[in-house]
């Protein structure tokens, strides 16, 4: 790359060949020499992380691309076992399974905390607000008033919210 820069990149449904590309390379290879396997927290969430190397056949368009990294997360439940495949394309050569399978889990941490806060209790994926600087400014306020009231009234965002719009007067410094 010319920045300098690397890359991880999901590959999502609206990149059908290579997302079709990469999957066929982890079932032609499920646990190729590297994969890693990360229990959770809890006994009934685990990650398997495989590494392969890049086809250059089908990685004309992605500058950089050195590889691709298949996560496979399992959940078993006492009544149901899902399990869902996540697809990367990145830059990295030569990384071993176990860093990309703790950088993608702490981005995925990152997701789930701060992101479905602001997309469940501010309500910022629907907000319909089409105008960029606007858009920047709702944002920057939702942070703001996301870091007052876990500051200043609860660890709980459901419960803060709730108490604020209760006490507004008595809230507000």
């Known amino acids: 790359m010319t920045s300098g820069n690397d890359y991880v990149l999901q590959i999502k449904g609206n990149q059908p060949k290579l997302r079709d590309a990469i999957a066929a390379c982890h079932a032609a290879d499920p646990t190729p020499a590297g994969a890693t396997h990360c229990q959770g927290e809890r006994r009934d969430i685990s990650w398997q992380t495989s590494v392969y190397a890049a086809d250059p056949r089908w990685l004309a368009d992605w500058a950089g691309a050195a590889g691709c990294v298949v996560v496979v ?13 996540h697809y990367y394309l990145t830059s990295l050569a030569g990384r071993p399974a176990a860093k990309f399978a703790a950088g993608i889990r702490g981005h995925w941490g990152i997701e789930n905390k701060l992101h479905r806060t602001r997309d469940v209790h501010f309500g910022q994926d629907t907000n319909g607000i089409r105008h960029r600087v ?34 507004f007067k008595n809230a507000m410094p």
């Open 73 to 85: 997360k399992t959940v078993v439940g006492p009544q149901l076992t899902t399990q869902q495949t």
């Open 134 to 167: 606007a858009a920047m400014n709702v944002a920057l306020f939702n942070t703001l008033a996301l870091n007052y009231l876990l500051t200043n009234v609860d660890a709980s965002i459901s419960y803060a919210q709730l108490f604020f719009a209760q006490n």
